[in-house]
């Protein structure tokens, strides 16, 4: 799904102020990068916001794409170090890798995927739709388990049309 561009103001030299919808996950942001000493700059502050208002687990790529909407002289380079300096930072979680391009996640809460294996695909299934689980007794022995994540992977619908029907399961 496209970022709607009537989220962003293209004639505003503020993008923090107006960029950010939502204003307390800006000041999470903001909060996170002063802790971790991350300089957070109007470029930053739209990549994380881009990526946190994308359902689809975007790459690089995809949020550079959008970016060089407000930012066209913004480099894909970039794009790709300030997502690696979220994700090593912990602002950002690099979700399942289904190989490359890497894929990133603004939601660090604990929360499960499904993954489209046809058009490569990732979106989030609540933890109330999907409930917890009981990790094994044999895994809690060998294992200091720091998060519980599931995921499910399927065709999804708009693939399934396009498929023919043989190929399905
Ligand atoms: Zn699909
Ligand atoms: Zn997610």
Do not use: W
């Amino acid at each position: 799904m496209p970022i709607s561009p009537l989220n962003y103001s293209r004639h505003s030299n503020n993008y923090l102020v107006d960029t950010m919808t939502n204003a307390s996950s800006q000041n999470d942001f903001t909060h996170k990068c002063n802790a971790k000493g991350i300089k957070v700059t109007p470029q930053r502050a739209l990549i994380y916001k881009i990526l946190s208002e994308s359902k689809l687990h975007p790459s690089a790529e995809q949020v550079y794409k959008d970016l060089t909407e407000f930012f066209p002289n913004a480099s894909l380079d970039t794009v790709y170090r300030t997502l690696k300096t979220f994700a090593d930072a912990g602002i950002v979680e690099c979700v399942e890798s289904f190989g490359p391009p890497a894929r990133y996640d603004a939601n660090t809460a604990s929360h499960h995927h499904i993954h489209c294996i046809n058009c490569g695909k990732i979106l989030d299934i609540d933890k109330s739709e999907l409930g917890e689980f009981d990790v094994p007794q044999s895994f809690i022995k060998k294992y200091c388990i720091q998060r519980k994540r599931l995921l499910l992977e399927g065709i999804c619908l708009p693939c399934q049309k396009d498929a023919p029907a043989e190929n399905l399961p």
